[in-house]
């Protein structure tokens, strides 16, 4: 069955470390996403990525970072710069509008905890 | 600023009554609009989506309205179950294909 694997689950980190997200998809999807759910704020958008070796900032990229070396990952690292890193975070991937039926399909999250 | 907003947080609906889901925009750029269905502790599902040129779409229980005018639409589920019980969220894309999502509205049905 094609889809994203997010792993893991449930992440902690001390505060002071930086921790590495995992996102494959075998979908064969162009574009990647990464947003974060916190209470009351819906989903927000951290970083994207179009095609390989290429990604932009979202709109609230600081205290992150990514890659794209291979079409089928999108690692997400969260630095020890990002001041409030407990959340939900998710990974997606889309085909282009023009190929046919738009939609995001999404990960399962990974719960990220600094304690 | 909020450019994609669900201003109830919460509903609740008897089963087998309709549900309705409101969202409003404020950027008249956004040309196609999308609902997402989400449990707790997993990644939002797709449900349905309209384009800009049409006023409605249905697929079986719901049906998503879109008033361009008034820059607001709404998902109708007809009628609604206890497996409805979750959290929605509306979503609107540019022509750059990245998505706004709303704040959410969590559903429950009452058995």
């Known amino acids: 069955d094609g889809g994203i694997t997010q792993s893991p689950k449930y992440l902690f980190r001390k505060e002071g470390q930086n921790v590495t997200l995992s996102c494959e998809q075998n979908l064969n999807h162009d574009a990647m996403y990464w947003y974060r759910q916190d209470p009351g704020q819906g989903l927000r958008l951290i970083y994207y990525s179009q095609i390989v070796n290429d990604f932009q900032k979202g709109d609230i990229a600081e205290g992150y970072s990514v890659s794209r070396e291979k079409k089928e990952s999108f690692p997400l690292t969260v630095t020890s710069a990002q001041k409030n890193p407990t959340a939900f975070y998710l990974c997606?991937?889309?085909?282009?509008?023009?190929?046919?039926?738009?939609?995001?399909?999404f990960g399962s999250g990974t719960r990220l905890t600094v304690v | 600023d909020q450019q994609v907003k669900q201003n109830s947080p919460s509903l609740s609906v008897q089963e087998g009554r309709i549900s309705i889901l409101n969202c409003d925009y404020t950027n008249s750029m956004f040309d196609y609009f999308l609902w997402y269905k989400k449990y707790p502790a997993e990644g939002p599902t797709f449900l349905i989506s309209?384009?800009?040129?049409?006023d409605k779409n249905e697929d079986g229980r719901f049906t998503v309205f879109l008033n361009k005018s008034a820059k607001h639409l709404s998902l109708h589920i007809v009628p609604s179950q206890p497996g409805d019980s979750a959290v929605y969220f509306c979503a609107a894309m540019l022509v750059d294909e990245k998505l706004t999502f709303g704040t959410g509205t969590r559903l429950t049905i009452i058995p």
């Open positions: 309209i384009s800009s040129i049409k």
């Open positions: 997606a991937s889309s085909i282009p509008r023009l190929k046919g039926d738009y939609g995001y399909t």
